[in-house]
């Protein structure tokens, strides 16, 4: 990248001679000008470089000799004193690619000029080469820099290189001086340091810049520059800083503007604090602060169920609604039994105990909230201690909490980092996930990775290139379908019987539908039971048919289970059960399925449960409403009538 010391010339010079296979002139360099920071080191009194073949001594204190500038010792030649980076890369363009033998006129013909120090730097400067068609455009790589005094030209790939260094470095002092973590604690060093980073293009300082402006650590509070920073972070995508941006909405009492933001942080991840954002609204706007306890209900907060609870019974931000306070009352209950189990407790004493079985365990059960509420920074935390232990699926575990930003600021730079330290440990699961960062970014890197992953059998990998593929080269999606398919992978067969069916091979359709159904894979009995029903490569048996969706129904699929609740909600090939129907579809919103949450709300309402009815339906967002109107083309023109004046109408008002 750019010369440092004489060390640096010699191998350069030494490279240059030793491509050479004919003689040329000796005194190779007369006339050419370059300079060299030596770094103060001692000028050596005999220096010379052999080239065995031909015989040739070279002297540097022939042709040069050091010269004071700004304080540093250089080695310049007699004639004038030149960038050696630039003389580096015209000379390696001229020698680079040579294979027959040149005249010893080496240069003649060749047309290049220099910057000397003193002159003004032009709009264009070039070096060609017209045997090679090398041309070469310094301004494009080099950049101007006061040095000594004078102007000197530097590499721009090296100065940015050393601003995202000296950004990181500032970044992790200032972090470590404002919190005391590995430094002691310095609010007004660490403030110098995170402006450092900032203004070297470290996002992440400005979180951290706009909660010491916030808080006063280490300068006077300033609410305008704290604000000013915290913006600029939640334009990064920071949920944290669009959470402290709410709470200095509410202190100014600006309710709608702090709504605004705490509903960002929500949309971009932030899940765990409904109950903290609904309280804070209490008594100011009592509407809001519903709002947010139900979503924080919806999600399974059992302190938010019993404000809701609360809330539905006395009519506050609400009409009352007694019904609606007595159901969210016992799921309040219900919820405060969990996380009492001997399971849980034996796996968490283990975990203290130093058992990384049991910490990887312990961090699983507070990332899903398995037998324990949702804990995302208790998850990172033991996630964290298996890590020290060099545990490689805690790599990856650390990585998708950072690029989704769970218990952590999102950050994919930090994403990367842990992907890459599992991916050192051959981990296909990491390459993948590294890969689908990677996808909008770089696109053949990407496929690179999900390559790499599949050679290693990543059924994950095989099924991202086939998706790739398929647009683009079928034949190609096709080859790596079979390759997962011939792995037992039953996705993989799903997918690859329904290319034989468009390609009208129903025999070989029909084996690796079946095939992917032994594996018990609940789509495939799903789709077999379609076949079945609708007599489409199969017969008709409506038997079969229905025991292939109890089946798939058992194994967790929620198609299967709206399929199951149309048959008994329409009595078709069955004796029409409104309340078993609203049982399927109900099973299919604890799936998960939107579609299922809505037939739920209309058909309880439909039996005369107002109540339950609205409490399904108006937990259908906005965006999802939207995918109900494309799922609903093959029902009844009602549904969509149903879907317009309960659901949509609530919209837009």
Same mark, same amino acid.
């Given at each position: 990248k750019s010369v440092k010391d004489a060390r640096a010339l010699k191998t350069m010079l030494s490279s240059l001679f030793r491509r050479r296979t004919k003689p040329h002139r000796t005194n190779l360099y007369k006339g050419q000008q370059f300079r060299m920071n030596l770094l103060h080191e001692p000028i050596p009194n005999r220096v010379s470089w052999v080239n065995p073949a031909l015989k040739v001594k070279f002297n540097p204190l022939s042709v040069f000799q050091t010269q004071e500038m700004g304080g540093s010792k250089i080695l310049v030649d007699k004639k004038s004193v030149k960038d050696a980076r630039a003389l580096k890369t015209m000379l390696s363009s001229l020698f680079r690619r040579r294979t027959k033998p040149h005249r010893t006129n080496l240069y003649k013909g060749q047309q290049f000029r220099m910057n000397l120090l003193h002159e003004p730097i032009p709009n264009r400067v070039s070096w060609v080469n017209p045997a090679l068609k090398v041309k070469f455009n310094p301004l494009s790589v080099f950049q101007t820099q006061e040095m000594g005094g004078s102007k000197i030209l530097v590499d721009k790939k090296s100065v940015k290189d050393a601003r995202v260094q000296q950004a990181e470095m500032a970044y992790n002092l200032g972090s470590s001086l404002l919190f005391g973590k590995g430094h002691e604690k310095d609010p007004k060093s660490a403030l110098v340091a995170l402006k450092t980073a900032y203004d070297n293009g470290k996002k992440e300082a400005a979180f951290l810049l706009g909660l010491a402006y916030q808080q006063g650590l280490g300068t006077e509070i300033n609410p305008e520059w704290a604000q000013y920073y915290l913006e600029k972070s939640a334009e990064n995508n920071n949920m944290e800083a669009m959470s402290q941006l709410g709470y200095m909405m509410l202190e100014e009492e600006n309710w709608e503007e702090a709504n605004v933001w705490f509903k960002n942080a929500y949309d971009n991840g932030k899940t765990d604090s409904c109950y903290l954002w609904g309280t804070l609204f209490d008594?100011?706007?009592?509407?809001?602060?519903?709002?947010?306890?139900?979503?924080?209900?919806?999600?399974?907060?059992?302190?938010?169920?019993?404000?809701?609870?609360?809330?539905?019974?006395?009519g506050i931000g609400v009409e009352k609604d007694?019904?609606?306070?007595?159901?969210?009352?016992?799921?309040?209950?219900a919820k405060s039994t969990i996380g009492q189990s001997r399971n849980f407790q034996t796996i968490s004493d283990g975990a203290k105990n130093g058992n990384l079985k049991d910490m990887y365990s312990l961090a699983l059960l507070y990332l899903?909230?398995?037998?324990?509420?949702?804990?995302?920074?208790?998850?990172?935390?033991?996630?964290?201690?298996?890590?020290?232990?060099?545990?490689?699926?805690?790599?990856?575990?650390?990585?998708?909490?950072?690029?989704?930003?769970?218990?952590?600021?999102?950050?994919?730079?930090?994403?990367?980092?842990?992907?890459?330290?599992?991916?050192?440990?051959? %981990?296909?699961?990491?390459?993948?996930?590294?890969?689908?960062?990677?996808?909008?970014?770089?696109?053949? *890197?990407?496929?690179?990775?999900?390559?790499?992953?599949?050679?290693?059998?990543?059924?994950?990998g095989i099924k991202r290139l086939y998706s790739i593929y398929m647009e683009t080269d079928p034949e190609q999606a096709k080859l790596w379908i079979e390759r997962g398919s011939n792995l037992g992978d039953s996705d993989?067969?799903?997918?690859?019987?329904?290319?034989?069916?468009?390609?009208?091979?129903?025999?070989?359709?029909?084996?690796?539908?079946?095939?992917?159904?032994?594996?018990?894979?609940?789509?495939?009995?799903?789709?077999?039971?379609?076949?079945?029903?609708?007599? *489409?490569?199969?017969?008709?048996?409506?038997?079969?048919?229905?025991?292939?969706?109890?089946?798939? *129904?058992?194994?967790?699929?929620?198609?299967?289970?709206?399929?199951?609740?149309?048959?008994?909600?329409?009595?078709?090939?069955?004796?029409?059960?409104? %309340?078993?129907?609203?049982?399927?579809?109900?099973?299919?919103?604890?799936?998960?399925?939107?579609?299922?949450?809505?037939?739920?709300?209309?058909?309880?309402?439909?039996?005369?449960?107002?109540?339950?009815?609205?409490?399904?339906?108006?937990?259908?967002?906005?965006?999802?409403?939207?995918?109900?109107?494309?799922?609903?083309?093959?029902?009844?023109?009602?549904?969509?009538?149903?879907?317009?004046?309960?659901?949509?109408?609530?919209f837009c008002k």
């Open positions: 008594y100011r706007n009592d509407s809001i602060a519903f709002s947010w306890h139900q979503k924080g209900a919806l999600l399974g907060d059992k302190y938010c169920m019993k404000e809701l609870a609360y809330k539905y019974g006395r007694d019904s609606r306070s007595q159901f969210w009352a016992q799921k309040s209950v899903n909230g398995e037998e324990v509420e949702v804990d995302y920074a208790r998850a990172r935390y033991w996630f964290l201690k298996c890590a020290e232990k060099g545990d490689v699926k805690s790599y990856r575990q650390l990585g998708t909490m950072h690029e989704n930003g769970l218990g952590t600021e999102r950050s994919k730079d930090k994403a990367k980092y842990w992907y890459k330290l599992a991916i050192v440990e051959k %981990d296909s699961f990491s390459m993948v996930l590294l890969a689908d960062i990677y996808f909008h970014e770089k696109p053949e *890197k990407a496929i690179e990775l999900y390559k790499k992953a599949s050679t290693e059998n990543n059924i994950d993989s067969m799903l997918m690859l019987s329904g290319i034989h069916f468009k390609e009208n091979n129903s025999k070989s359709g029909k084996y690796w539908l079946e095939k992917s159904v032994e594996k018990g894979n609940k789509h495939a009995i799903n789709e077999l039971g379609n076949m079945y029903l609708n007599g *489409k490569y199969y017969d008709i048996d409506v038997d079969k048919a229905i025991e292939c969706y109890q089946l798939a *129904k058992d194994l967790g699929s929620e198609v299967a289970m709206v399929n199951l609740g149309d048959m008994y909600a329409n009595g078709e090939f069955v004796e029409g059960d409104l %309340d078993t129907a609203i049982e399927y579809y109900t099973m299919a919103y604890n799936n998960k399925s939107i579609l299922g949450k809505f037939l739920a709300g209309i058909y309880h309402i439909k039996q005369g449960n107002e109540v339950i009815g609205k409490d399904f339906l108006d937990q259908i967002t906005i965006e999802e409403a939207t995918i109900l109107e494309s799922s609903l083309e093959n029902y009844e023109p009602q549904l969509k009538t149903d879907l317009n004046e309960k659901v949509l109408s609530r």
